[in-house]
C-alpha cells in the first residue's frame, strides 16, 4: 500500500508564495516521474510541473520562471515551491507519482489535492 500526504497549500495574496509538499510512504522501491496537477473549478485538471527520477523537470508555460519543483529521493518528497503567485493559479493541487513495488510492478498514484487560493 502507497500512501500520498500532500501539504502546504492555503490562502495568500497576488505576488506570494508558497510551498507544496507531497510525501510517498509504503511499499517502494524506487520512484519514477513525480508531478503536480492542479484543477482549477469548472475547468480539467492540468500538469503544473514534473521531475524525473534524474531531476529533469518540466514545466507549464503558464507557471515557467515562477515555479520550481524539486525533490528529495531519501524523503521520497516532491515540492513545488510557487513564487509571484497570480490569481489564476487559484486551484486545488495534485500530487501524482508512478510508483514500483518491491514485486516490480509501475503503479500511478494520486494525492488527495491541497487548495491553493490566490487573492488579487
Known amino acids: 500500500q502507497v500512501q500520498l500526504v500532500e501539504s502546504g497549500g492555503g490562502l495568500v495574496q497576488a505576488g506570494g508564495s508558497l510551498r507544496l509538499s507531497c510525501a510517498v510512504s509504503?511499499?517502494?522501491?524506487?520512484?519514477?516521474?513525480m508531478r503536480w496537477y492542479r484543477q482549477a473549478p469548472g475547468k480539467q485538471r492540468e500538469l503544473v510541473a514534473g521531475i524525473t527520477s534524474d531531476d529533469i523537470t518540466n514545466y507549464a508555460d503558464s507557471v515557467r520562471a515562477r515555479f520550481t519543483i524539486s525533490r528529495d529521493n531519501a524523503k521520497n518528497t516532491v515540492y513545488l515551491q510557487m513564487d509571484r503567485l497570480k490569481s489564476e493559479d487559484t486551484a486545488v493541487y495534485y500530487c501524482?507519482?508512478?510508483?514500483?513495488?518491491?514485486?516490480?510492478?509501475?503503479?500511478?498514484?494520486w494525492g488527495q489535492g491541497t487548495q491553493v487560493t490566490v487573492s488579487s
Open positions: 501524482n507519482t508512478v510508483v514500483v513495488s518491491r514485486f516490480g510492478v509501475q503503479t500511478n498514484y
Open positions: 509504503g511499499s517502494i522501491l524506487s520512484i519514477n516521474v
